[in-house]
């Protein structure tokens, strides 16, 4: 299970599960120097690279508790055990384009522990590419949905709060949730208002 996703502007980007990523190589390409970004947004922007690509290689190299593909996932939920998998945007020409670390809690939901965009390569892009979070976690749903998760969990931070309130409109301004279905249709809504195609592949 990966996913394709086409854009009006006819610009198309793929989601894929990771697996045995050169982690140090990954948090590079996140320190490229942004177009136009504050020192500030670059260096938030490396400092989620480097968490999100960590702890994905501590769970992986240390503790085993990863999945590299949606079988694998199923089959680790089926036995109730925690797990995390990587999923990566990646562009037409191959270039890793956001990241975003899921969890398989013990409670049977799933958490968004990390999501961060590469924007380095999306606002390089002409015309740049837009939404890459908000894609991935259109990928974290999919695969939340396929395997009955019940709700989907989000860690807020000060300046993501506003754009995780369009995901997860929970009462909670630091830790969001909401039915997986639920929020499943609302992001399908904004895919489809904004002319984005979202596909599953084969």
């Known amino acids: 299970m990966n996913w394709t996703v086409n854009y009006p502007s006819g610009q198309s980007i793929t989601i894929r599960w ?17 177009p136009g970004a504050r020192a500030g947004d670059q260096k938030t922007i490396e400092t989620y690279a480097e968490a999100t690509y960590l702890k994905y290689r501590s769970a992986r190299d240390d503790f085993a508790a990863t999945a590299t593909n949606f079988r694998d996932w199923s089959r680790r939920r089926a036995r109730n055990q925690e797990t995390l998998a990587l999923l990566e945007a990646r562009t037409s020409d191959d270039q890793v384009a956001g990241a975003l670390l899921l969890r398989s809690a013990w409670t049977g939901d799933i958490v968004v522990d990390f999501v961060v965009a590469n924007k380095a390569v999306t606002l390089a892009a002409n ?20 395997t009955a998760a019940p709700l989907i969990w989000a860690e807020t931070a000060s300046y993501s709060t506003k754009w995780w309130q369009l995901i997860l409109p929970s009462t909670h301004e630091f830790i969001r949730f909401d039915s997986v279905e639920v929020s499943r249709h609302r992001v399908s809504q904004f895919l489809t208002q904004i002319g984005v195609e979202f596909h599953e592949q084969d």
Not at 22 to 33: L, M, T, V
Not at 127 to 146: C, D, K, R, S
């Open 18 to 34: 990771a697996g045995a990523v050169d982690i140090i190589g990954r948090i590079a390409q996140f320190g490229q120097p942004i």
């Open 127 to 146: 015309p740049p590419i837009l939404n890459i979070g908000t894609m991935l976690v259109a990928a974290a749903l999919e695969v939340g949905f396929h």
